[in-house]
């Protein structure tokens, strides 16, 4: 069933990147859907590009070391990965971690050619996949609608304060001449601990520990070290 997958696809609708020609020469039939999923959030939680590169790219590992006489067990994989790529990783750890896969007969140099970069998986969701987090119409309208809520709600806050103040120094308890009320709302992200006003926020799409990453894949091509530091 794998192999009449990927002659459909090499026939009729591949796109012919490199996403689908590891896809295809590692029989990763489902991988599409996975990174679909995965970026786009639909299972819940959203993978940013470097996390899909990582789940792709040990799929790949994964799959030459099913073809040897290598017995994978669970977290293999994720393990032999990071120490194949991780920038942290001494040279002698690497060399060893190499060694131990060519003597079970796998060729690290194919499989370390075969891996995709996160700029390349990105390229692959958004132009041979047309999948985009862009904003659809419907989630635009979404948020203006929610901007016009919380703003509505900050000017009643606003308004309200304001009276209170004008009140409590009519009757001497406080003393005030002329002010004004500022209303903000701020969102902390948990994450990262970075905080935005609210229409910050809608603006950015999200927050920055999130939309950097993205758009690091696309616009930076030179700040794979940046990112990688990150790490
Ligand atoms: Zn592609
Ligand atoms: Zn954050």
Known sequence: M?????????SDSGCGCKVERVAERYELDRIDDALVTGWLGESGERYSLRRLE?????????????????????GDVAHLYERLTDGSVSAGQRAETENYLKRAGINVERVRNDFVSHQTVHTHLRNCLGTTRKRTQNTESRVE???????ALQNRMRLVTGGTVERLTRAGAVSIDSFDVYVETTIVCRDCDRSASFSELLERGGCRCR????????????????????R
Not at 55 to 72: D, F, K, Q
Not at 145 to 151: E, F, G, M, S
Request: charged share 30%; aromatic share 2%; net charge negative.
């Open 2 to 10: 794998s192999q009449q997958r990927g002659v459909a696809n090499e």
């Open 54 to 74: 990582t789940y792709l790219n040990e799929r790949v590992l994964e799959s030459a070391m099913a073809e040897t006489t290598m017995t994978v067990l669970d």
């Open 145 to 151: 609608k929610a901007d016009q809520t919380v703003r």
């Open 211 to 230: 939309v950097d990453t993205e758009r690091g894949g696309v616009e930076e091509l030179g700040g794979e070290t940046a990112i990688r530091a990150e």
